[in-house]
């Protein structure tokens, strides 16, 4: 459907429907996205031209605005295809949804001539900048893992600006993407295409409109919400961001079944001159993945239905929503990784090879768990300590 300015906007249905149809395309094209280390410029090229790249944008600005939950089942189709790019794509459109609780005059300057832009970020490395007049000046740093930044508009380094008590207050730095430089060192062994390369900035001026104080997205205090009133703008980043950063891992043990599935159907067993449906231990790994993969989209969908439904009536994310959060969406990952694992080790040594998908899908799945936010003893000890009454359970470390 079209807004009144033309600009195309999807609904849920819409949305799925169109990441459904690019799931055989992304799978043919997943090889090429590994070995170039990065998304296709094809494949950037039609999620831009779905409309799908703006789900998570405010409808100001030619965006759908649809909902957490929603964004959860676009990210998981996308990643059946290419776990590379349904990564890609969860992490790009969370920046949009960064993009959206920045300051009014910093939204305008990267969607209000181009409603297309994207950003990538940066949480890790980089140095503090120093204090000048009308902003900060980043000198000289080096941020690690900004996914897509092959194809971003903008990028956003997290940045500490110290302070003369207390820890510092970490920052986003907003600037131009051809104001900094990529670094080609992404060699994962999983997530292989996503291009989550580092970034040298050096002589780098930063006015400060264009900050946002991670303080903010923590405590859902963002100034965006002030003008983007939807209830993804009211989200804090713990409760929201562990969707984006969990989702894929549903997608790839998705996908994993699938393939786990066929090949069970087609090949023979050389020992038995049978198929591999005739192996009832076969069968019964395959139902216990399918039922762990099942139980990671419920635990994932709840979490993202539930943040939603508090702050609609609430007014805000619970704690106690929050917490839980953490823990059943690093759990969910495990779970798909336990599913991978399973189907895998079943496999046989055929599944080594380079040319198979169940080996991709186990190598992808594990990267989507290395990420520190999908630690799984620092979340579960979380919801713990918060259980005991220790603390609120959302502290990270």
Not at 347 to 368: I, Y
Request: glycine letters at 8%.
């Amino acid at each position: 459907m079209t807004d009144g300015s033309g600009t195309l906007t999807l609904t849920p249905a819409e949305a799925t429907a169109r990441a459904r149809a690019l799931i055989p395309v992304l799978d043919d094209r997943a090889a090429k996205t590994e070995a170039l280390r990065r998304l296709p410029d094809e494949t950037f090229a039609d999620l831009r031209e779905s409309a799908l790249m703006r789900i998570t944008q405010p409808r100001r600005f030619g965006g759908s605005e649809l909902d957490l939950a929603d964004a959860f089942d676009v990210i998981t189709l996308l990643a059946q295809g290419c776990g590379s790019t349904g990564w890609t794509y969860s992490l790009v459109i969370a920046h949009g949804w960064f993009v959206a609780l920045f300051g009014e005059r910093a939204q305008q300057e990267v969607w209000g001539q181009n409603p297309d832009a994207t950003m990538s970020t940066c949480f890790s490395g980089g140095s503090p900048p120093d204090a000048v007049d009308g902003g900060l000046h980043i000198r000289e740093g080096r941020w690690r893992f900004s996914t897509g930044v092959h194809h971003a508009d903008w990028v956003a380094l997290l940045a500490p600006l110290p302070r003369r008590e207390g820890p510092p207050d970490m920052r986003f730095l907003l600037i131009p993407r051809d104001e900094v430089e990529i670094v080609e060192d992404w060699r994962s062994a999983g997530l292989a295409g996503t291009g989550s390369c580092s970034v040298d900035a050096r002589d780098v001026f930063v006015p400060h409109h264009r900050t946002l104080r991670l303080h903010d997205l923590l405590n859902a205090t963002a100034p965006g919400a002030e003008v983007n009133d939807g209830p993804m703008y009211r989200l804090p980043l713990v409760g929201a961001w562990q969707v984006f950063l969990t989702a894929p891992a549903v997608g790839i043990a998705q996908a994993a079944i699938s393939a786990a599935t066929e090949r069970m159907r087609s090949r023979p067993r050389p020992a038995a001159g049978a198929n591999g449906t005739a192996d009832p231990g076969a069968l019964a790994r395959l139902g216990g993945a399918a039922a762990r993969v099942e139980a990671a989209e419920t635990l994932i969908r709840r979490s993202a239905e539930t943040v939603t439904l508090d702050v609609l009536t609430l007014g805000a994310a619970a704690p106690a929503t929050l917490a839980r959060s953490r823990r059943d969406n690093a759990f969910s990952v495990r779970l798909c990784v336990e599913a991978v694992e399973e189907l895998f080790v079943n496999a046989g040594a055929s599944m080594l090879d380079e040319s198979s998908p169940l080996q991709r899908h186990w190598r992808d799945v594990h990267a989507v768990a290395q990420h520190m936010a999908n630690n799984l003893d620092m979340n579960l000890r979380a919801w713990g300590e918060r259980a005991l009454g220790l603390n609120d359970g959302l502290r990270f470390g």
